[in-house]
């Protein structure tokens, strides 16, 4: 997926007009390198109303957490077995709404 880019010079001088422009997200370049992520003001309002960022925020922490990752790379590595989870709940003594 492409997306425009902007330098961060550049998004300096148009802080305004990149935040209140259509394009609803520009990724920030130095020298060449990405720096970054810039939303629009409508494209963050959006994402903050639907929940998505909360749910980007997770995700993200999730890449950092290290017992998450080590269990996708057993997974990726065929070293872990699917569990249901009518015995996941039963196992820790859980319950949902409809259980």
């Given amino acids: 997926m492409l997306h425009r880019s902007i330098s961060i010079t550049d998004l ?4 305004k007009a990149v935040f ?14 990405v720096s ?17 960022l909360d749910q980007l925020r997770e995700e993200l922490w999730e890449l950092h957490d290290r017992e998450t990752t080590e269990l996708v790379a057993r997974d990726r590595a065929g070293k872990t077995s699917p569990v249901s989870l009518d015995s996941y709940l039963k196992k820790h003594a859980l319950r949902t709404a409809d259980r």
């Fill in 20 to 33: 209140s422009g259509v394009e609803p997200m520009r990724v920030v370049l130095s020298n060449n390198v």
């Fill in 36 to 52: 970054g992520i810039v939303f629009s003001k409508e494209a963050a309002e959006l994402m903050m109303r639907s929940g998505v």
């Fill in 12 to 15: 300096q001088r148009q802080l």
